[in-house]
DNA sequence: TCTCGATGTAATAATCGTTATTACATCTTG
DNA sequence: CAAGATGTAATAACGATTATTACATCGAGA
């Protein structure tokens, strides 16, 4: 199974705050636009980013806003505050392994220092990227447009 | 969303094929009874890693067997052949991202190369690991319960 | 102070992938 | 040919995702 869209969404919506914030109110109906998704799952989002003290949204007058500096929000913390695998762990392991098998009564100890390393290679990885390389990106990319 | 148990049952049935594959024959019920899984579901699995070229399976008389040196089959290997990510894409990208948004028509282009590097990060560890890892680990804590 | 636009959230449904299960055709060897 | 095993289709239960409607609540400005 493939990792929630949620993630790539929260990216789009940092995206979107950074290049709009200055000019425009972005909402979630604003959001809902620029991604095609449903305003509700935006305000979800929302609230997971705000939850995880990311961005600040404003209640009655409206609008999201980022709390840090874009570059100590780091696509690891993204990735953890929108849930994006249960109970923080990658694999899905079988449930019930067989205890009266000695394979199946030693799986985890077998298995689960390895999966623990290849779930660290990702999050190391994620940590190292942050918001500043998806806002110097964007404005590059939207730069090259007006040319 | 997790990745599919299909990958820690994968790796469980190489241990027992390793395990038990000299003394007894490794059917798709023996493996279901280890691992607590159904039966057809074992079967689906085998036939995915005997489509990669991991094992054989002997119809007829049964019993899976692997076709190489363990250290020859990395994680990696495992991870493909039973197909965890759809595409071979570990991040699900919302669909239909706005076209008259200049963030949304640009979200790919600002976040594929990142997306890109944590997949490799991802899949580079994968392909540290080795079933020769598993054989060792596995005689190890076999050989510990027997003290 | 009331209204308007926005957020927060509950409830419901459609969809999809996973996993379980039954059933049966097919294969290989004794 | 019989027995035991694989290969696979069909169906169902389950859970997560995503969409959608509805509405209570909030805060700023008229």
Request: charged letters at 25%.
């Amino acid at each position: 199974m493939q990792i929630s869209s949620r993630f790539t969404l929260a990216i789009h919506i940092f995206a979107c705050i950074d290049t709009f914030g200055n000019e425009y109110k972005v909402t979630s109906d604003f959001l809902a636009g620029s991604t095609n998704v449903n305003p509700v799952i935006i305000r979800k989002i929302l609230g997971q980013l705000k939850a995880a003290g990311l961005i600040e949204v404003a209640r009655g007058t409206g609008g999201a806003t980022v709390t840090k500096p874009l570059d100590k929000i780091t696509f690891l913390d993204v990735y953890r505050a929108v849930e994006c695998v249960e109970n923080g762990e990658l694999f899905h392991f079988h449930e019930n392994p067989s205890t009266s098998c000695p394979v199946g009564r030693n799986i985890h100890h077998i298995l689960d220092d390895k999966i623990i390393r290849v779930q660290n290679a990702l999050e190391n990885e994620l940590a190292t990227i942050t918001l500043a390389d998806i806002k110097r990106d964007t404005e590059k990319y939207l730069s090259e447009e007006n040319k």
